[in-house]
Every structure is written in structure tokens, then in C-alpha cells.
């Protein structure tokens, strides 16, 4: 009699337990969910900090470059240009998609591309290349350009542990159910095997 008793508390303890370690555990990958993506979210801000950073040197650099060479007006242009589509092509955190970021790169690499070859044609104006704010602008260009580096490679770290996560079993059925997706990484840029050079000093 006292078996029949206890069997029904003891399924009654066992289905009660098992919901309570279902919503702690689910409690736990949420909550590792959102603090991933939000280390994803930070890091991404920091990249965009850099690049702005780069941006905000530009109309320094260019109206430094502009009173030593009046030749190198389409140069110029083609800077000028590249830093304002640049700037137009900004992606949120959230919005970050393989095609936003692709779209995003390939603005950041013609601003790039743009600067480098500003900064090889200033080798033929000694003038300013002896210039102070010449040379501070340059040795910040190149300080934000090594930034640029180490925040993309943060943020592709932080995008792979958080992409690992949310594909782990059986985290990536919460993952699904809640609209958690992979975040993209950044590719390396065409070229990027021969490091750019900045100062030609």
C-alpha cells in the first residue's frame, strides 16, 4: 500500500525536476546567447570606431596634401569620393549579414586603396613630405590602419566563438527557436598578404 502511495510522488519529484533543470538550463543558454552577442555587438563597435577615426584624419590629410600639390587634384578626388561612400555604407550590429559586410569591406578597401595611392604620389613633393602635419597625419593613418587590423581580427575572433556556440548541440536548437544566426566574419582583402605601406619615410 505505501509503495502505490510514494510511486506517484516520486514521478510527481522526477517530472518536477526535470522541468526545473530544463528552464535553468534554458535560463543558461540564453542568457550565454545574449552576452556572446552582445561581445559580438562591442567589438564590432570598435571596428567602426577605427574606421572612423580614418575617416575623421582624411580632411585633415587632404587639405594638408592640397596647399604643397596642385597637380594631384584627381588623386585627391578619388579620396574625397571614396571617404564619403565610406561613410555612407554603415551597417548596425544587428544588421550584419555576409552581404552588408562584403558591401561594407569593399568601401573601406576603395578608401583604402584611394589613400595608398595618395600616399605613394606625395613621394614626389619633398616639400611636404618634410612637413610636421604631413608627417603626424601619416603617423596617425598608419596607427589607425594597424587599429583597423586588430579590431577586424577581435571581432572575427569574437564572431567565431559566438558562431560556435549557437551551432553547439543542443544550444543550436534554442539558438533556432529564438532567431539567434551566425554572424559573418571579415575576409582578408585582396592583397592583404603584402602589408600596405603607410609612411614613406
Do not use: C
Not at 569591406?105 to 613621394?123: D, F, I, K, P, T
Not at 571581432?155 to 549557437?166: D, K, L, S, V
Request: charge should be neutral.
Amino acid at each position: 500500500m505505501e509503495k502505490n502511495r510514494t510511486a506517484p510522488l516520486i514521478t510527481m519529484a522526477v517530472v518536477i525536476s526535470i522541468i526545473i533543470l530544463t528552464v535553468v538550463w534554458m535560463k543558461n543558454s540564453y542568457n550565454g546567447m545574449v552576452g556572446l552577442d552582445e561581445m559580438v555587438k562591442t567589438s564590432w563597435s570598435q571596428v567602426e570606431n577605427q574606421y572612423q577615426r580614418r575617416a575623421d584624419l582624411i580632411p585633415n590629410l587632404v587639405n594638408t596634401v592640397k596647399g604643397y600639390a596642385q597637380h594631384e587634384k584627381d588623386t585627391l578626388e578619388a579620396v574625397i569620393q571614396a571617404r564619403s561612400k565610406a561613410t555612407q555604407t554603415t551597417i548596425s550590429a544587428a544588421g550584419l549579414t555576409p552581404e552588408s559586410l562584403k558591401a561594407f569591406q569593399a568601401a573601406q578597401g576603395e578608401l583604402g586603396g584611394a589613400l595608398s595611392r595618395l600616399m605613394v604620389s606625395m613621394e614626389r613633393y619633398p616639400d611636404l613630405k618634410a612637413n610636421e602635419s604631413f608627417r603626424d597625419l601619416q603617423a596617425q593613418l598608419e596607427g589607425t590602419e594597424n587599429r583597423i587590423s586588430v579590431e577586424r581580427k577581435r571581432f572575427n575572433e569574437t564572431a567565431q566563438q559566438f558562431n560556435t556556440h549557437i551551432r553547439t548541440f543542443p544550444t543550436s536548437i534554442m539558438a533556432g527557436l529564438l532567431g539567434f544566426a551566425s554572424r559573418p566574419y571579415f575576409e582578408a582583402d585582396k592583397g592583404a598578404e603584402k602589408a600596405p605601406q603607410v609612411n614613406f619615410q
